[in-house]
Structure formats: structure tokens, C-alpha cells
């Protein structure tokens, strides 16, 4: 595989102070070409399972060859670990603390390794701001065809993370919340292969569901309704309504399902 | 006119998340070449008059052959239509809802397509997520230079739906405040060539004004004005300060302007 | 110096309107090839003491010949003016309102020019919005590669302005919070060749700290460190916390340091 130009960001910098922008100036001298397209940068501050899920919802809609920088980094500074990873069709440039469970948990293959080669950072390496002098160099020395084996030695020993999985029994299983998008739909562990669209009943909190539906339409306006969402999960949302908000359900909260 | 490869985002879908992130990947997948502009990603969720009004005032400004995707879209995964829309100078894909609304007002001539064509579709198609599944690829395809026709049959039964005017009476007009940017700038319906600078009083809410100024300079610092704004339209607004919060104005309350 | 074709974006616009969008159609209106990023348009508004800083912090780290757009421009529609500034390796365009000063600074030698020339504009301009109708078309002109002197007169009475400096005294040092990061950090307008790592105190409002730290990684989660940060500035911190909110620190407060 080779890379495509295209590098991509996930981060909790926000866009308020000029951080993403650095980043993509670095990349820019050091890569004229590459095209730098923004996942988010707006995760929750520090918050690498929000970032983990939005990474895994994201990178397989990009083309082969992309790379993907993802700096959740609370960790910044300190001997924490730099990891570049190479899948069968992508790069990952990220801290080695567990924001890339997903993606070692999709891949059957890929190779790990700890981003220690000086070469490719920016001369100074301040003590706050990695983003800037080691993971957007890196990020653009890869896209211009530096092969992964440069960037230092393959390690077998980066956390891998664990993936949360519903509990599944005879007659019922139980999930829970594990992200709240920006329209305040809760996403649950629970996949759709699981789930029987007739015969079984959602409940989480004080709220209880008949069942899945086709559509938003499907129920009244502000009415809650459990769906099938994008990224192939049983989804709590409320029509034209915010259902954390008016759910009062927080991420982590339990999902139960029960078949009839 | 031919597509010029630029495609521009207009969206309820905030950054927070990945689903503006994700669209670009699916758009790149299709067309490496394509040039995604965000003319905005951080509508209120679900206004459609928002929505309208900031294609409005934007998409002239793109050159010709530029194709932009307009997604709010609250009747996701229902019966409702998604359109393409080729006027004279750019191409639109939306909804059905009236979020075209000002571009139908504002152009003579167009053809109007509903998307039907699952080839230029995702092979899976989600219940809540048609940005990804269905708008990005078809903008892509578009942008490849697919003739509007080929993504399903001409329709002439859409939603156009109305544009707000004021009333205008002998010595007095009485329009009302369409939108508030995020400057708290109160927009009118009220077009400059309906006043005359001169010889008015503006009136909203509990707050009069003597007339219209050349500029936020002519008043003092948190000082309520009346200007002409960016968008041909008279604004009230607050010289370095919010007029929304300030005069407690909201979206739809009246302004009257009388001629002396 | 030759325009690169890289034009940065700095405003207060925010993204709900469409206003950065319609600039950037703007310039791919004159110049198909030119590529924006944005460094931030999510300033505070109207706050040019933190767009000057943001822009110090970030200008650099683009390849030379960028074009760098910043426009927080409280005096819009007045007669403020407009400049163009070319330095050894950057363009600037900017209104003449102090938000360059640290450019000023930086720079040893730079040329400064009065925006006046209205071949360069848009055909009509709004009292409101001289993004879109000045500033735009002129950074897509400058980019295409017409001269500086074309914009028009060269001036040398634009608006300095103040870097606000620590007062240094035998054995200690007063500054001040010069900007709160979006992670609550607090930066001051100490630089790090002014501090002695190892034989030191700081305080701020009611916090004390001890020294500098190398990493957030030194002290316990939720505590208050001092640290160099990424612009090379004594910056308070809490770990995986908000310093500006868990301290009540304001921008504009004293920061000293005592020398033991």
C-alpha cells in the first residue's frame, strides 16, 4: 500500500487556538501536496473512548492509502509512547493509549511500530504540543512515501485496549450507551445482527421501547423511538428531540433488551 | 455548464462526531480531485429556514459549476425525496423540504431530478446517515461529470415552499427578523431598496431607532443601530456588542419601519 | 518572495453563517488553485489581543509565501483602513487595528501598504462584511502573484501597537496572563530564556507552585503545575483539567516569580 496524500485529523484541540491550523502548516513544508481533511477536532478534552468510536466510524469511508492522525493525548510529555501503525489499507499515527483499539480489534493484520526516529519531527520538541512537532512531521514524512520501518522499531507490546460487549443471555441482552452524538442520540454497544426487529422490548432508564423502527417518521415528534443507526448499532434518539437530554441518559448508562 | 469540481457542505451534522469527516472520505473515495468547501456544518439542528438562508446568502459566491449539498434533514430515512437541482450556474442536492426554497425564488430556469438511482448510491444504505450513504455519492458522482439526468426522473411536484416578504403599506413597512447570526445581528426581511435612509424610524420590540447608519462606528460602543447587512437586507444590531441578547429580540418578532 | 498559493484564514467569524465559507468562495471565484486553511475562526469576538497572539503563535509554522488573512474588524465600515504587509518569508492581510503587532515585532524589516486600490475588491462592497468584499478578493489577487505596491500606497503611520512585556526585577518577575487556551491552560508573557527551571516560585491569584515541571505527566491528576509551553512561555496548568475555570484566573491577571 502506498499513502495517498490524504491525512486525516482527530483531535480534542478545538478550534479556538490556532492548534489544528499549526498542524496543517507543518505538514504543508514539509508536503506541498497533501490534502488534510478534518475528522474532528472537537472531541470532549481528553476523552480517548469518544475519540476511539469516532475514529472507528470514520477511516474505512476513506480511500485506501489514507492516513489517519488521531492526538487525544492527555499523556503529552511525559514517556508515553508514539505509535505508527500500518492495516492492510491505512496508516494510524497515534499515542499509544488505547485510541486505536478498534482498529487493532477490526484488523486481522497490521504492524505496530514506536515513533522514536528524530529525523522526522520538528527541530525543537516542546513539552505540550506533540501534535505540532512530532505527529504532524510524521504524518507528512509518511505521506511522502517514507516506508513505516523508518520512524523506529516494531513493538509487540502498545496497549491494546479492550472493546465493551454486551452481555448476551437467553431471553435478553445487556448493552449500554457508549457515545451521545451532537443530536443527542445514544449509541449502544449492541450490534444489529443481535437484535430481532419484531419481537423484542428497549428499555434503558425510566424509558421503555416497543421495539425498532424503520425511521424517525415512524413515531410522533418529541417521541423517543429505538432505531438501527449508522454505524450498525441500536441507536435511542428522540424525533426532532435531544434524547440525552430528555432521557436524562448519560454514556455508560445500561441498555437492556428483551425478546418475547 | 459543467461541474468545476468544488463541492460545499452545508449541514445540521456539527464536528463533534466524524459525520462531515466521513462525507469528505466517501466523496474522496469517489473523486480524489474533488475540493470540499464547509460553507457551514454548525446549523441549529433541524432549522430549515436557517438552512435556507445561509445557501442564500453563499452559494453565488462559488464559482460556476459548483455543486453544493445541503443537508438538514429531519425526515431522514422516511418517504421524503432527496432532490438534484441544476440551475443555470451551480448544481444543489437536498432534501425535499424547502431548504431550496430561496434558490427556486431566485433562478428562472431549472431542472429538478429526484435521486432515485441506487448505482450511484453506497451499497448499504443506513436508516439515519443518507449524508453519507446517499448525498456524498451522488455529489461525487456528480462531480465526475454524471449528467443530472442520470440519477432518476424529473419532477415538477417539489416542496418550493415561500418566501417571507414584508408588507408594505403607504407610510410604513412591516417586516420580521428571519435570522440571528452569531454576531447577534438581527436580519430583516426588509431589502435596501425599500428604504429610504433619510427619512425612517426602525422599530423592534421595545427598541426605536432614528434611521439607518453608514456604519458601526456611528454609534456608541453598545449603542443599537440599524444597517444595511452584508445579505442587501436592513440588521439591527449592538456596536461591539450582541443585539439578540441585548434587545432580547428572537427570530420571527416584527420590525416596523415607518416613513416620516 | 513568490505567493505559494496557500492562503490562512484568522477570524471571529464562527461557522453557523456561512461567512468563511462565502470568503473561501470568493477566492476560488479568482484563483481555482489557491488552498485555504484555517488557523481559527473561532475567536472571541471582536478580541484582536487574542487574534494578534493566535497569529504569533501560528504564522510561522506555514511554508513561505503564505498569505496569511486575519480579520477581526470591530471598525468594518468605518474609515479604519486596511493593510497588506510583506515581510522576508509571509503576506498579511489585515485591518490596520494592532492585530500584526507581534508581526511588527517579530519582523526586522517589512513593507506596509494601504489597501485602497478597488480593481482587487468585489464590484460591490457592504457596510458590514469587507471579508467577502475586500479582504477575500484581495488575498486571491495577491496570491495569483500580483505585486504588493498594487494594492496601493505605501504607509509607515499604521497602528503599532504595545507587546505587553514582564516587568524584570533583581530577583523576581512580574507578568501576566496574555491568552486561556481552549483546555483552560493560562499563558503568560513570561518567556522560557527569563525563568531558571530549578530555583523558583510561582504564584498566581491563590495558587503557589513550586517550579517548572518537564511534563503534566509530574504531577497528580486535577493538581496545578507550571510548565514551558508549546510557544515557548511559562503557561499554569491542571493536570487533565481547566486551570482558567478550577483556579478563577482571568486574562490580565499577575503571574510572578520569585528567584529563591
Redesign the interface.
Known amino acids: 500500500m502506498q499513502p ?1 496524500g ?1 491525512i ?1 485529523f ?1 483531535t480534542d ?6 492548534f ?3 498542524m ?3 505538514i ?2 514539509i508536503n ?1 501536496q497533501a ?1 488534510v ?10 476523552d480517548i473512548e469518544a475519540g476511539a468510536l ?2 472507528h ?2 477511516y474505512k ?3 485506501k492509502g ?1 492516513i489517519h492522525v488521531a492526538v487525544v493525548d ?7 509512547r508514539i505509535l505508527v501503525v500500518q492495516t492492510k489499507n491505512y496508516f494510524f499515527i497515534a499515542p499509544d493509549n488505547q485510541i486505536l483499539k478498534h482498529i487493532f480489534y477490526n484488523n486481522e493484520t497490521f504492524t505496530v511500530v514506536e515513533v522514536l526516529n528524530k529525523t522526522y519531527f520538528l527541530d525543537e520538541i ?4 506533540h501534535g ?2 512530532i505527529f504532524a512531521p510524521v504524518a507528512a514524512h509518511l505521506s511522502l512515501g517514507v516506508p513505516v520501518s523508518k520512524f523506529g522499531p516494531e513493538v509487540t507490546d502498545f496497549e491494546r485496549g479492550e472493546i465493551s460487549q454486551p452481555v448476551i443471555l437467553a431471553k435478553k441482552i445487556i448493552g449500554k450507551i457508549v ?1 451521545i ?3 443527542g ?1 445514544l449509541i449502544t454497544n449492541i450490534s444489529a445482527d443481535l437484535v430481532n426487529k419484531k419481537l423484542l422490548s428497549i428499555s434503558a432508564g425510566l424509558t421503555s421501547l416497543p421495539g425498532l423502527v ?5 413515531v410522533g415528534l418529541g417521541k423517543p423511538l429505538a ?4 454505524s ?1 448499532f441500536v ?1 435511542i ?1 428522540v ?2 428531540g ?1 434524547a440525552g437530554e430528555q432521557l436524562s441518559l448519560q454514556r455508560g448508562e445500561t441498555v437492556q433488551i428483551e425478546f418475547n
Chains 1, 2, 3 share one sequence.
Open positions: 495517498n490524504i486525516t482527530l484541540f478545538g478550534d479556538a487556538d490556532g489544528v491550523g499549526i496543517k502548516g507543518v504543508l513544508s506541498a490534502k481533511v478534518d475528522i474532528s477536532n472537537s472531541l470532549p478534552p481528553q469516532v475514529l466510524n470514520s469511508y476513506f480511500p489514507t492527555p499523556g503529552v510529555g511525559s514517556d508515553r516542546s513539552r505540550t504540543f505540532r512537532d457515545h452524538d451532537k443530536f442520540n424503520d425511521s424517525y417518521a415512524d432505531i438501527i443507526g449508522s450498525g441507536e434518539s424525533r426532532n435531544n
